[in-house]
């Protein structure tokens, strides 16, 4: 059975409910861990970034040439610039909120974070190294944030940390133009991971909460979820408004593979990934969100002289 938000995008019924129930548990967990907790653990020496937040776990030699070539890639680069979308939308900040129309994040970003893009807007952006706490599956990503949620929901309770925005969701299944990967072959509700060239099994999503900071807790595993120092990227963006699901994500990835074929200078560098604001205390319809493509600058291009002109519409 089908069901239809009032902002267009149709999914199962089912997925619906479930996903809603997600949503609504995520709202409980940004309005009160954000207001309750604040990270009692003791203290711990941040660990370098030796992950990237689409590819996993480095070698010490790899995550040194990630970093050397993010390095590179951001050269000249402020934190956020606007390239492309609606050049004129805008953002209000108040204290640690957001607000971009009826849009609103009232849940703290991570320390370092750029602002969050409007709804309309394509935004080139860095994104500092940040601790992750993940779980990651292989059934459909609608599902996965409810089977994720809740092992990742008491991993911070446990350790008392505040929750913050956004939740973010890697699409491992997606390729950079929005088709589903060659590693992932769909059987009914599960994407079933099989073996890629390296001849490891890669999940098809992984769901992280992020922590305010470095300091705040150790790495390592805890049950299902994993804590990690997902390192820095290089992204481009697009602000979305409306209800959290795939079907929306492609919409956003097409938007940005027509921007990247638009210019000269990027290409994309991995997964699909989303940023999730808001709760359910917000209207599916004003949801704000945003789809990212991580990139690398192509070969032979090094930084402009001038920065990047938004393309005309």
């Known amino acids: 059975m089908v069901g239809r938000y009032t902002d267009g995008v149709t999914w199962p019924q089912n997925a619906r409910a479930r996903a809603s129930m997600v949503l609504a548990l995520c709202g409980v967990a940004m309005g009160t861990m954000a207001g309750v907790c604040r990270g009692q653990d003791t203290p711990t020496e941040a660990v370098p970034a030796g992950t990237t937040a689409s590819e996993g776990p480095l070698t010490d030699r790899a995550a040194s040439d990630a970093k050397a070539k993010l390095l590179a890639d951001s050269e000249g680069l402020p934190a956020l610039q606007r390239v492309g979308g609606d050049k004129d939308a805008k953002i209000e900040k108040r204290g640690e909120n957001y607000h971009a129309g009826v849009c609103s994040i009232t849940t703290p970003l991570p320390v370092g974070y750029p602002d969050p893009t409007p709804p309309g807007a394509i935004d080139l952006k860095v994104y500092p190294s940040v601790r992750r706490a993940e779980v990651s599956g292989t059934t459909m990503p609608d599902y996965g944030m409810y089977q994720g949620f809740f092992p990742l929901f008491n991993h911070i309770k446990k350790r008392e940390i505040a929750m913050t925005s956004p ?139 001038e920065p990047i002109a938004a393309p005309s519409e």
């Open 167 to 305: 939740v973010e969701m890697d699409y491992r299944m997606l390729k950079a133009d929005g088709t589903q990967t060659r590693d992932h072959e769909r059987s009914g509700d599960a994407y079933k991971a099989t073996e890629n060239e390296a001849g490891e099994s890669d999940a098809a999503w992984t769901m992280s909460f992020l922590y305010r900071n470095q300091e705040l807790g150790p790495t390592g595993a805890d049950g299902r979820v994993e804590v990690r120092d997902a390192g820095p990227l290089v992204v481009v963006s697009i602000g979305m408004k409306g209800s959290y699901m795939t079907a929306r994500v492609k919409i956003g990835v097409a938007k940005l593979n027509a921007w990247l074929e638009s210019q000269e200078q990027w290409e994309a560098a991995g997964p699909v990934r989303a940023l999730y604001y808001n709760g359910p205390d917000v209207a599916r319809q004003d949801q704000w969100s945003e789809v990212q493509l991580p990139v690398r600058r192509k070969a032979g291009a090094g930084a402009p002289k």
